[in-house]
């Protein structure tokens, strides 16, 4: 089990920066692949980031490609969504998401796989 609490979103113009946090609970952080998943309102929510349980492969949406990072600090059960030059359609409710296993390039990317979920944290970009 693990439970998780994201931080960091807020109200920024475009072209600004926010960085988001997940704070992990659990002894086994370090043994599960780490997401960020966004959801628009009316919009299904989305693929953004993730990052495998080693830190050794990262993946990113075509969208973030360029101007977001993810990582992760093991040893402080974090992982970190660096979001630069941000534009309007960037606005979303954004949620860090944990799954034990071992997820591939594809199913990484489909939320219904994850296993657990965080609150969310509003994100929004004026133009």
């Known amino acids: 089990q693990v439970q998780l609490v994201e931080s960091g979103g807020g109200l920024v113009q475009a072209g600004g920066s926010l960085r988001l946090s997940c704070v992990a609970s659990g002894r086994t952080f370090s043994s599960y692949s780490m997401g960020w998943f966004r959801q628009a309102p009316g919009k299904e929510r989305e693929f953004v980031a993730a990052?495998?349980?080693?830190?050794?492969?990262?993946y990113y949406a075509d969208s973030a490609k360029g101007r977001i990072t993810l990582s992760r600090d093991n040893a402080k059960n974090t992982v970190l969504l660096q979001m630069n030059s941000l534009k309007p359609e960037d606005t979303a409710a954004y949620y860090c998401?944990?799954?034990?296993?071992?997820?591939?390039?594809?199913?990484?990317?489909?939320?219904?796989?994850?296993?657990?979920w965080g609150q969310g944290t509003q994100v929004t970009v004026s133009s």
């Open positions: 990052v495998s349980w080693s830190g050794g492969t990262t």
């Open positions: 998401a944990a799954d034990p296993r071992g997820l591939d390039s594809d199913l990484i990317r489909k939320y219904w796989v994850w296993g657990y």
